[in-house]
């Protein structure tokens, strides 16, 4: 039996998050799960879903559960925040215990496999930055099954991650997009990812840092990923969307 329409009572109500159903039309065969950056909340990952328009796909964009401190804005995937003595920055590296068991257990295992009937393979997530990170974690840390894949823009494997999961490759398939300067993506995170995974492609773009994809070019590796690895009777596109 193919999965249904995931709804929100579906999942814990102490989560936030949106659900992008496809057209009426067609059923929905897939699931992308989008997690946002470090800072950021779900609101613009659930219009990307929108402009995605993927055929018989839901979009769940889900909210990082824990808000950041005193003046600032948005929300946070890690279990604790940590001012890097160097740069001044917000360590978006320190441990992601409650994040993992939120992407992992509340939406993939017990929402979407467990209440909505959808098999790991047909669960593709998207994560940026840190949302990446707390993706890769939980593709990593999911026992038995692969997903159909995980998307990562500029994020790495966490440095937390548990030894356990580290004792058998992950058949889930990823792709990491990075910039070709100044990225968080080094070679010794690439190295980790070839570690805890079978299949890992590398996208790298002419530019500085890890920023979202910005136009047709960019966005072409992520739809001919798609194009692999979603379940469709309809045909993906493979050319990519237009992104405003």
């Known amino acids: ?3 249904r329409l995931p709804m929100k009572s579906d999942f814990p109500s102490s989560l936030e998050l949106s659900i992008t159903p496809p057209p009426s039309s067609q059923p929905p065969t897939n699931v992308l799960v989008l997690l946002h950056g470090l800072g950021d909340t779900n609101e613009p990952f659930t219009k990307l879903g929108q402009q995605l328009s993927l055929p018989e796909t839901v ?51 017990e929402g979407l496999i467990g209440q909505c009937g959808y098999k790991a393979r047909e669960i593709i997530v998207f994560g940026y930055g840190q949302g990446a990170m707390a993706g ?35 058949k889930t398939p990823v792709l990491v997009c990075k910039g070709s300067r100044g990225s968080a993506v080094s070679d010794s995170a690439i190295t980790r990812l070839k570690d805890a995974f079978e299949f890992l492609q590398l996208q790298q773009w002419n530019e500085y840092g890890d920023k979202m994809p910005r136009n047709r070019e960019e966005m072409l590796p992520i739809m001919q990923f798609f194009a692999r690895r979603l379940r469709s009777t309809r045909g993906v596109p493979a050319g990519g969307v237009e992104l405003t």
């Open 1 to 3: 039996m193919p999965g």
């Open 136 to 170: 890769l974690q939980a593709a990593a840390e999911l026992e038995g099954d692969e997903l159909g894949g995980v998307i990562s823009i500029g994020g790495v494997l966490p440095l937390s991650l548990p030894l356990k999961a580290l004792e058998r490759k992950s």
């Open 59 to 109: 979009c769940i964009s889900v909210q990082a559960p824990n808000p950041l401190p005193f003046f600032l804005s948005g929300f946070n995937w890690s279990d604790d925040l940590v001012i890097d003595q160097n740069t001044h920055k917000l360590d978006g590296d320190v441990g992601f215990k409650v994040s993992t068991r939120l992407i992992l257990d509340s939406v993939i295992c």
